[in-house]
């Protein structure tokens, strides 16, 4: 199933959407100009809504008293309980952790999404006497 979340100049970098599909809230990330995740907005700790939490930059360490920002997929943090997940696949920060499930995110040209024609249903109308009538 795709689902449309917005036209990418309505979508600016380093923000996120909640949409609902079939029943589910999924938050969707623009992280930076060009990279885009999207995870479900409950967190399998207890159910917190993961995504209001703040995405970062992992960081790593090649020794001690060093560190740098990791360019990869970044980190969101549960706003209740601190749980961290990677935005590109749910898996958890700490091992055991169970995951949060991820979704493919792509930007799509408009005339990629166009099935037409469209064509909408009409219904027979008739006037009788004073009254207007619709025939469903």
């Not at 029943?23 to 995740?37: P, S």
């Not at 409950?42 to 960081?59: K, N």
């Not at 961290?84 to 499930?101: A, N």
Request: proline residues 11%; contains cysteine; aromatic residues 10%.
């Amino acid at each position: 199933m795709r689902v449309v979340v917005a036209p990418l100049a309505e979508f600016p970098p380093d923000s996120r959407r909640l949409v609902r599909v079939g029943g589910r809230e999924i938050g969707v990330f623009r992280v930076g100009e060009d990279r885009f995740y999207a995870v479900r907005n409950r967190c399998p700790h207890q159910g917190a809504p993961l995504c209001l939490g703040h995405v970062f930059a992992r960081i790593v360490s090649p020794q001690p008293g060093e560190f740098e920002l990791a360019s990869g997929p970044p980190l969101l943090v549960c706003p209740w309980h601190g749980w961290q997940y990677d935005v590109s696949t749910g898996q958890s920060y700490s091992p055991g952790d169970p995951r949060v499930k991820s979704y493919g995110v792509s930007v799509t040209p408009g005339s990629e999404l166009v099935e037409g024609p469209y064509v909408v249903e009409t219904f027979p109308v008739t006037v009788s006497e004073q009254y207007v009538v619709l025939e469903a």
